[in-house]
């Protein structure tokens, strides 16, 4: 058999057990066809969709970029155990997956690429779309994947077939290691054929490694929790991904430590539960981030520590507070200079750590202040809800009307702009498959391929995809494979004129929200900043692509005509475009955080010198985490 068809039939017999759960590790191949694989793994794909159709699915995509967002929004509702493999050709086709492979590297989410690579025998150099450096004659375009995978691997023999596709799989269902996994196939190599052993085809199951903390660290770790007055457990997407929601609870109510959690841990404790303190740090809540502040310890459960979790540092003042860090990957569990890392699987960790912390809870001083500061909050939200009948509402109205008209298993999905924040903040999650905010990398673009990917992943939830105009711009071709497909996805698309998020940070560092409007050209100012909004109607775009579009035009009724229409979305059996416009003025209520952005240092605008003296003053609270 040639070297592509190997690839596709050895793919379709790798399996991922989890415990009791078993699945298929590659769940389909999305594929985009030029001259550099065509004649390869087209080949093989059609080959088999005439012989065992159900063998390898196959589904289009419009973009490269596009179908590793896919795949990555699938792996996430499977709690990474499953993925799917992506197919490019060369040249182009290629580096268009490039975006999404450092998006599913940073968000530790596994993905398998496949881009062609020019010819290994060098017969015709330079062939179409091949980079010469004359320098390095063994370079190609497909060696930028280098520093964005987790593995990599180029077969320049059908030999090398069999170590480059078993060393793939290991990465793909490695907890520590997983992320993006590269094998870049030269286009002649794809077609040559070579003599396959069947044991390389048998089905193969791999199985999913749940470590156990080791005794001393998790005695130290037990000691630090005892000792604590004022403890605080930060959630991440390690819960998730481990399936430990219940174990937190579990843990959380043994204890009365409260929790906040990360964009990628939202949903690990339900809103409502009474130690849900909500997101935490730059986009965090006030009752999380007031309770950071204070905290003495921080108990962190999967979380990698972005800079928007730590309020870049600022979140955890307290003098002395120490980290106690539980993450199967040594390099998440000593960050901030712990001193206390369990190195374990967050399910595992925090059943061994409820069992030893027997009898221990936190002062009931504390816990009322958790309960004062979470009414406080939730109060203050529920006021944001309210429908102020504006003919442009604001995001926040917006999210709260969606959030009542959705189910508590529906799943919440967005990438890039205003909107992660604020539904971090706001978003009332259920369910802890119900929130997938891709803020690791917060690729503008990946929300409608991130949602349909999701969707394909989720089963029988709805998957509400929300996304702003300048992020749908990005990327929204793949509305067109929804359509083709009949995914269900339910997106809501709010249209403010721009670049909201980045015109209120432009704001906030003296730079008068220069270059963030969708406005005419002004020559004479050199700027976008006046007049009119471009007559760009993308409701008319979705619907030209073939997506059933309802419009909420603007009027008092509009959060009302959103309601009705996120209801008519979910009784929809295809995908559904929603269409409102907002007003970006209006913003979300504050959570207390802060994100370090620099602001200039010298500057002739009078608005970028105050911007300076505010930031000066919050970079002074910025502090070093050792431990």
Known sequence: MTVSQAIVEFLAHQWTVDGDHRERTIAGTFGIFGHGNVAGIGQALKQYSVQDPALMPYHQARNEQAMVHEAVGYSRLRRRRGTFACAASVGPGATNMLTGAALATTNRLPVLLLPSDTFATRVADPVLQQLELPHDASMSVNDAFKPLSRFFDRIVRPEQLFSAALGAMRVLTDPVETGAVTIALPEDVQAEALDVPLEFLADREWHVRRPVPERGALDRAVEAIAAAERPIIVAGGGVIYSDAAAELRAFAEATGIPVGTTQAGGGAIAWDHPLSLGSIGSTGT??????????????????????????????????????????????????????????????????????????????????????????????????????????????????????????????????????????????????????????????????????????????????????????????????????????????????????????????????????????????????????????????????????????????????????????????????????????????????????????????????????????????????????
């Open 286 to 627: 006030s009752a999380a981030n007031r309770l950071a502040a204070q905290a003495d310890l921080v108990i962190g459960i999967g979380t990698r520590y972005s800079d928007f979790t730590t309020a870049s540092r600022t979140a955890f003042a307290r003098d002395g507070v120490r980290f106690v860090n539980v993450n199967v990957a040594s390099f998440d569990a000593y960050k901030h200079g712990s001193t206390l890392p369990v190195i374990a699987d967050a399910r595992e960790a925090l059943v061994a750590l409820r069992d030893a912390l027997a009898g221990f809870a936190t002062p009931s001083g504390y816990r009322d202040e958790i309960a004062r500061e979470k009414r406080a909050w939730d109060a203050l939200v529920d006021e944001s809800f309210v429908d102020r009948r504006l003919d442009r509402p604001s995001q926040t109205e917006i999210i709260g009307a969606v959030n009542a008209a959705s189910d508590p298993r529906d799943v919440v999905v967005c990438a890039a702009g205003s909107l992660p924040g604020d539904l971090h903040k706001l978003w009332r999650v259920r369910d802890d498959l119900g929130y997938h905010v891709e803020y690791a990398f917060s690729c503008m673009g990946y929300e409608i391929a991130g949602g349909m990917g999701a969707k394909r992943g989720a089963g029988d939830r709805d998957v509400i995809v929300m996304v702003g105009d300048g992020s749908y711009l990005m990327m929204h071709t793949e509305l067109v494979s929804a359509v083709a497909e009949g995914v269900k996805i339910i997106v809501v698309l709010i249209q403010n004129h721009g670049y909201a998020s980045i015109g209120h940070l432009s704001d906030t560092v003296g730079s008068q929200r220069y270059g963030t409007r969708y406005r005419f050209r002004d020559d004479a100012a050199n700027a976008f900043d006046d007049g009119p909004a471009l007559p760009v109607d993308l409701a008319a775009n979705a619907a030209s692509l073939g997506v059933d579009v309802i419009r909420v035009e603007p009027s008092a009724n509009a959060i009302a005509d959103l309601t009705a229409a996120v209801a008519q979305g979910k009784a929809a059996s295809g995908p559904t475009l929603i269409h409102i416009n907002s007003d970006p003025l209006l913003f979300s209520p504050d959570g207390e955080g802060w994100w370090d952005v620099p602001v200039a240092e010298a500057s002739e605008l009078d608005s970028t010198r105050a911007a300076r003296d505010a930031y000066d003053e919050q970079k002074a609270r910025q502090r070093p985490y050792v431990g």
